[in-house]
T-cell receptor
Framework: AQSVSQHNHHVILSEAASLELGCNYSYGGTVNLFWYVQYPGQHLQLLLKYFSGDPLVKGIKGFEAEFIKSKFSFNLRKPSVQWSDTAEYFCAVMDNYGQNFVFGPGTRLSVLP | DAGVTQSPTHLIKTRGQQVTLRCSPK?????VSWYQQALGQGPQFIFQ???????QRGNFPDRFSGHQFPNYSSELNVNALLLGDSALYLCASSFISSSGRNTQYFGPGTRLTVL
């Protein structure tokens, strides 16, 4: 069965700091990878996704993620965070048959103004 | 273009009761998945409906059942409610493609409180 781990439970940064949130998955086959964000009081929104091709994926709001197959990782990055990036971030994995969609436990990001 | 909608927004029930939650998928989507999100945790997959049938199921008891209608909307039913069923229930819709590239879009959720 697939599983997803996210290294940090809670990350606290000051505005303009760089961000990297870790995500590792376990699955033996080809995977599709996602990052979702949940702003306070709002629903889950898709930040970015990886299906195939260039392992460096750019998403909305200046976020990007890099798929490193050898490390089973899909870390999320942003060069300079803003107070409005305060939210819960979830990494998710799906198998290549469009099934077995599994979320990580989430990382709470707090950005101090 | 309406996104995924869910109703009701909030619901309070007592132990042993039954509840029905509803979801309308995003326009053009044919598949609906349901998730349970407990406080401080990631969403846990309950089941997925496609062509009015349960396509896949997560590790949830039979008290959790669902239905998909010909217009692709869906219901989640939970019988014999337990305190531990208190959570945010999320619906996600997607379009099943032959490539398996299935991106899920989420609704706002229904907050269920069991007393």
């Amino acid at each position: 069965a697939q599983s997803v781990s996210q290294h940090n439970h809670h990350v606290i940064l000051s505005e303009a700091a760089s961000l990297e949130l870790g995500c590792n998955y376990s699955y033996g086959g080809t995977v599709n990878l996602f990052w979702y964000v949940q702003y306070p009081g709002q629903h889950l929104q898709l930040l970015l996704k990886y299906f195939s091709g260039d392992p460096l994926v750019k998403g909305i709001k200046g976020f990007e993620a890099e798929f490193i197959k050898s490390k089973f990782s899909f870390n999320l990055r942003k060069p300079s965070v803003q107070w409005s990036d305060t939210a819960e971030y979830f990494c998710a994995v799906m198998d290549n048959y469009g099934q077995n969609f599994v979320f990580g436990p989430g990382t709470r990001l707090s950005v101090l103004p | 273009d309406a996104g995924v909608t869910q109703s009701p927004t909030h619901l309070i029930k007592t132990r042993g009761q039954q509840v029905t939650l509803r979801c309308s998928p995003k326009s053009g989507h044919d598949t609906v998945s349901w998730y349970q999100q407990a406080l401080g945790q990631g969403p846990q997959f309950i089941f997925q409906y496609y062509e009015e049938e349960e396509r896949q199921r997560g590790n949830f008891p039979d008290r959790f059942s669902g239905h998909q209608f010909p217009n692709y909307s869906s219901e989640l039913n939970v019988n014999a409610l337990l305190l531990g069923d208190s959570a945010l229930y999320l619906c996600a819709s997607s379009f099943i493609s032959s490539s398996g590239r299935n991106t899920q879009y989420f609704g706002p959720g229904t907050r269920l409180t069991v007393l």
